[in-house]
């Protein structure tokens, strides 16, 4: 998206990312949503985690 000039939050980046994940990883996204912050949490702190 950013390719395209628009340019988006970390936050909703973050988000995507979580949500973009397959099925099988289900289990990681929900303890890296109830540990973290979602909101505060950069992508280099869920590359991380």
């Known amino acids: 998206m950013s ?4 340019r988006l ?3 909703t980046v973050v988000e995507k990312i979580l949500r973009s ?9 929900c303890s890296i949503e109830e540990s973290n912050d979602v909101t505060a949490l950069s992508i280099d702190e ?3 985690s």
Do not use: H, I, R, S
Not at 3 to 6: D, N
Not at 21 to 29: I, Q, R, T
């Open 9 to 11: 939050q970390e936050v």
């Open 21 to 29: 994940m397959p099925v099988k990883f289900n289990y990681v996204v």
């Open 46 to 48: 869920l590359q991380n």
């Open 3 to 6: 390719a395209q000039g628009e």
